[in-house]
């Protein structure tokens, strides 16, 4: 199949040429600004920054979370320079996932038992013109690159690609194949494509080639331009409209905070449009609001394959649907245009659809039912995510990760992580599955997180055991705070790797090994003293980083664990032995909490300031309301859930209540002795 990328630029302003600007789409000299910037690219020639660009661009769309913590995959892709034979980015996928190495390969063969293989190939101009020059030199390139004999030289970069290829051609490889490989290439300029035929030609010709190798599935021909460039580049932020037949549309009720709803009847084909992109790929950006990610080929979604394969008539009756919340959707007749759409129910159909399509299974006779609900209210999308999701077996705290706040501490670890460690925030279950090169042990999810953050950071190890439910509704004002740096999550999770490690590895005694929380209390204070207020940002960042540090060290980091581990069997001694204290209960103790404390300070004293919480059990939380009552009392309401905590100027005389709307506060919480309900005093304005 041949497919051309149609381009108009509406707008233009500035492409480089002889160092100097010359016209191009301007969302794409943003984003590509943007791009350099964030990878410090601002003293590499515009050319080679271009190459990066369009190569990290293409591949996310291929695989989107290729970059994630991997500072590395980037500069092993971008291929170009001398002996480049054309070529400026190469990846290959097995079952989807970019491979850097025969044992990622050997990873995937492993856990799969079988092979789809994908060549990709990419040159990219910063130039307003398409070349057949460069054509032929990028085809003849990818020609030699598939051969058996090599004649063109190569560089160090392409040479350790063409070694995975013939790997991958080997014979214990290849009888695991489903089809031979797919080749994909790009060749990517600024200019408008206009279908010139000498290219088309060229690409023609080149498609034989390849073909006659035998070795090799058709090979595809992507002419990219600006316009559709940044089409790739709305792809992968989930930015994108898109236009789909329906058989029927009902208009849903009127309902505040929405702006248009409906339920649209469609087949399974028309809702493929929205699934795929342009080069056939699934748009995994689509699921980001989803409480799980696609959860694989488990008994449920096969009965929904046979569905499509065998009755495909029945599928509306069987299925629950689809749900759609989207920045706009505009009806003509029966066609909808859906801008910006994000599926936050219907996970697992969608991909099973895209699947079965991809398998040559007929959906155009599969009816769906799509709810489309157009708003820009994020508390209305996280109802509707949580409304939706009622019909399954999904638990409260799967809703929990689906906030802006956990999103946001996602790319944080992706971000921060290759300074240190990879780890990944797996805050969707499944996450990461489809990629057997993510070890397992490399993935903090929300349970693990919760409960080491309350054990760490809370300084209450005596109860971070608990269901991760119960924490995050105990503790709903103290963790995951929007107001909250990233910075100590990040440094529960890293610390809690490498202590899992060492007791995965029995170098740390398998006895304490249920103490976790408890060590790890340990570590923070022996590191960073006193912990900082959470909603300090600068107190806790620097408190925060001293434990990042100490981690780059990993022997002086077990020694550190080694040495606490002693301090906590002397803990224990004098729990049992002078306290003459139950052994068995001191777990789930705060007094033996204490005794941690207070002897980890005696022996790592850190002479750092003390900046304790001065009240215990103090609550965080954004005033939304204060005024003032008929005999001229002053009173408001906190956020808090399940329902806003009411205060009054009574319990809180210091309080200064001008302007006090908005602010965030700290406070305790009492009994009302009269009306039995929850009130807040001693509250303080935070800085």
Same mark, same amino acid.
């Given at each position: 199949?041949?497919?051309?990328?149609?381009?108009?630029?509406?707008?233009?302003?500035?492409?480089?040429?002889?160092?100097?600007?010359?016209?191009?789409?301007?969302?794409?000299?943003?984003?590509?600004? %943007?791009?350099?910037?964030?990878?410090?690219?601002?003293?590499?020639?515009?050319?080679?920054?271009?190459?990066?660009?369009?190569?990290?661009?293409?591949?996310?769309?291929?695989?989107?979370?290729?970059?994630? *913590?991997?500072?590395?995959?980037?500069?092993?892709?971008?291929?170009?320079?001398?002996?480049?034979?054309?070529?400026?980015?190469?990846?290959?996928?097995?079952?989807?996932?970019?491979?850097? @190495? %025969?044992?990622? $390969?050997?990873?995937?063969?492993?856990?799969?038992?079988?092979?789809?293989?994908?060549?990709?190939?990419?040159?990219?101009?910063?130039?307003?013109?398409?070349?057949?020059?460069?054509?032929?030199?990028?085809?003849?390139?990818?020609?030699?690159?598939?051969?058996?004999?090599?004649?063109?030289?190569?560089?160090?970069?392409?040479?350790?690609?063409?070694?995975? #290829?013939?790997?991958?051609?080997?014979?214990?490889?290849?009888?695991?194949?489903?089809?031979?490989?797919?080749?994909?290439?790009?060749?990517?300029?600024?200019?408008?494509?206009?279908?010139?035929?000498?290219? !088309?030609?060229?690409?023609?010709?080149?498609?034989?080639?390849?073909?006659?190798?035998?070795?090799?599935?058709? *090979?595809?021909?992507?002419?990219?331009?600006?316009?559709?460039?940044?089409?790739?580049?709305?792809?992968?932020?989930?930015?994108?409209?898109?236009?789909?037949?329906?058989?029927?549309?009902?208009?849903?009720?009127?309902?505040?905070?929405?702006?248009?709803?409906?339920?649209?009847?469609?087949?399974?084909?028309?809702?493929?449009?929205?699934?795929?992109?342009?080069?056939? !790929? !699934?748009?995994?950006?689509?699921?980001?609001?989803?409480?799980?990610?696609?959860?694989?080929?488990?008994?449920?979604?096969?009965?929904?394959?046979?569905?499509?394969?065998?009755?495909?008539?029945?599928?509306?009756?069987?299925?629950?649907?689809?749900?759609?919340?989207?920045?706009?959707?505009?009806?003509?007749?029966?066609?909808?245009?859906?801008?910006?759409?994000?599926?936050?129910?219907?996970?697992?159909?969608?991909?099973?659809?895209?699947?079965?399509?991809?398998?040559?299974?007929?959906?155009?006779?599969?009816?769906?039912?799509?709810?489309? $609900?157009?708003?820009?209210?994020?508390?209305? @999308? =996280?109802?509707?995510?949580?409304?939706?999701?009622?019909?399954?077996?999904?638990?409260?705290?799967?809703?929990?990760?689906?906030?802006?706040?956990?999103?946001?501490?996602?790319?944080?670890?992706?971000?921060?992580?290759?300074?240190?460690?990879?780890?990944?925030?797996?805050?969707?279950?499944?996450?990461?599955?489809?990629?057997?090169?993510? /070890?397992?042990?490399?993935?903090?999810?929300?349970?693990?997180?919760?409960?080491?953050?309350?054990?760490?950071?809370?300084?209450?190890?005596?109860?971070?055991?608990?269901?991760?439910?119960?924490?995050?509704?105990?503790?709903?004002?103290?963790?995951?705070?929007?107001?909250?740096?990233?910075?100590?999550?990040?440094?529960?999770?890293?610390?809690?790797?490498?202590?899992? +490690?060492?007791?995965?590895?029995?170098?740390?005694?398998?006895?304490?090994?249920?103490?976790?929380?408890?060590?790890?209390?340990?570590?923070?204070?022996?590191?960073?003293?006193?912990?900082? /207020?959470?909603? =300090?940002?600068? @107190?806790?960042?620097?408190?925060?980083?001293?434990?990042?540090?100490?981690?780059?060290?990993?022997?002086?980091?077990?020694?550190?664990?080694?040495?606490?581990?002693?301090?906590?069997?002397?803990?224990?001694?004098?729990?049992?032995?002078?306290?003459?204290?139950?052994?068995?209960?001191?777990?789930?103790?705060?007094?033996?909490?204490?005794?941690?404390? /207070?002897?980890?300070? #005696?022996?790592?004293?850190?002479?750092?300031?003390?900046?304790?919480?001065?009240?215990?059990?103090?609550?965080?939380?954004?005033?939304?309301?204060?005024?003032?009552?008929?005999?001229?009392?002053?009173?408001?309401?906190?956020?808090?859930?399940?329902?806003?905590?009411?205060?009054?100027?009574?319990?809180?005389?210091?309080?200064?209540?001008?302007?006090?709307?908005? +602010?965030?506060?700290?406070?305790?919480? $009492?009994?009302? @002795?009269?009306?039995?309900?929850?009130?807040?005093?001693?509250?303080?304005?935070?800085?």
């Amino acid at each position: 199949m041949f497919k051309y990328a149609v381009a108009i630029t509406k707008t233009a302003i500035c492409i480089f040429k002889n160092n100097k600007f010359m016209q191009v789409e301007p969302i794409i000299k943003a984003r590509f600004n %943007k791009f350099r910037d964030s990878l410090e690219l601002n003293n590499i020639a515009d050319g080679l920054a271009f190459e990066r660009f369009v190569n990290h661009s293409i591949l996310s769309v291929h695989q989107p979370d290729a970059f994630n *913590a991997d500072s590395e995959l980037l500069e092993c892709v971008c291929v170009g320079g001398e002996s480049d034979m054309g070529i400026d980015g190469i990846a290959i996928k097995l079952n989807g996932i970019i491979v850097r @190495s %025969k044992t990622d $390969i050997d990873d995937i063969l492993k856990r799969f038992k079988r092979a789809t293989v994908e060549f990709i190939f990419i040159q990219s101009k910063f130039k307003p013109h398409f070349n057949k020059g460069e054509l032929n030199n990028f085809v003849d390139g990818v020609r030699d690159f598939l051969s058996d004999t090599h004649r063109f030289p190569m560089n160090e970069k392409v040479k350790f690609f063409v070694e995975l #290829k013939e790997y991958l051609l080997s014979d214990d490889v290849v009888v695991m194949w489903e089809k031979n490989p797919l080749v994909r290439c790009y060749y990517v300029a600024m200019g408008k494509w206009r279908n010139a035929p000498d290219l !088309i030609g060229i690409y023609e010709h080149f498609k034989q080639d390849v073909s006659a190798l035998n070795a090799f599935d058709e *090979a595809e021909m992507h002419f990219v331009d600006s316009e559709n460039l940044k089409s790739i580049c709305d792809s992968i932020e989930s930015t994108f409209q898109e236009t789909i037949n329906t058989r029927h549309i009902m208009p849903l009720t009127e309902v505040s905070g929405v702006s248009n709803s409906c339920i649209a009847l469609c087949y399974a084909d028309e809702y493929l449009k929205l699934l795929k992109t342009d080069e056939d !790929i !699934i748009r995994k950006s689509l699921f980001d609001d989803n409480v799980r990610d696609y959860q694989g080929e488990n008994i449920v979604n096969s009965e929904i394959e046979d569905t499509i394969q065998d009755q495909p008539a029945k599928f509306i009756l069987l299925n629950n649907g689809i749900t759609v919340v989207c920045d706009d959707f505009i009806q003509n007749n029966t066609k909808l245009t859906i801008k910006n759409p994000q599926v936050v129910n219907g996970c697992q159909t969608s991909h099973v659809i895209f699947y079965a399509d991809e398998k040559g299974l007929d959906i155009s006779k599969v009816p769906l039912t799509i709810k489309f $609900i157009s708003t820009d209210n994020s508390d209305i @999308s =996280s109802e509707i995510v949580r409304g939706t999701n009622r019909q399954n077996i999904v638990l409260d705290e799967a809703f929990e990760a689906t906030k802006k706040f956990h999103k946001d501490l996602e790319q944080f670890f992706n971000a921060i992580s290759p300074d240190y460690r990879k780890i990944y925030y797996e805050r969707r279950s499944k996450q990461y599955n489809h990629n057997p090169t993510i /070890k397992q042990t490399e993935k903090i999810n929300l349970r693990i997180l919760t409960q080491y953050f309350t054990g760490m950071f809370l300084d209450l190890p005596h109860v971070s055991h608990r269901h991760e439910s119960v924490l995050l509704r105990d503790y709903q004002n103290k963790i995951y705070q929007e107001q909250h740096s990233f910075l100590p999550y990040f440094a529960v999770a890293l610390s809690f790797y490498y202590l899992e +490690k060492f007791f995965r590895e029995e170098i740390l005694p398998k006895n304490i090994a249920s103490f976790k929380a408890h060590l790890l209390m340990m570590f923070r204070e022996s590191i960073s003293g006193f912990r900082p /207020k959470l909603n =300090s940002e600068k @107190s806790v960042d620097e408190h925060s980083q001293r434990i990042l540090d100490f981690t780059k060290d990993e022997s002086n980091l077990l020694k550190r664990f080694k040495d606490l581990v002693t301090v906590f069997d002397s803990c224990k001694n004098i729990w049992v032995d002078e306290l003459h204290r139950d052994r068995d209960g001191m777990k789930d103790i705060s007094d033996f909490t204490d005794l941690l404390l /207070k002897e980890t300070r #005696k022996a790592f004293p850190t002479n750092l300031p003390k900046v304790v919480e001065t009240h215990e059990h103090r609550h965080i939380g954004k005033v939304v309301k204060a005024s003032i009552d008929k005999n001229g009392q002053r009173y408001g309401f906190i956020f808090r859930k399940p329902e806003n905590i009411f205060f009054h100027s009574s319990q809180n005389k210091q309080l200064n209540f001008i302007d006090l709307t908005g +602010k965030l506060v700290s406070y305790k919480v $009492i009994d009302d @002795s009269r009306t039995g309900k929850s009130i807040a005093i001693d509250i303080e304005i935070e800085d």
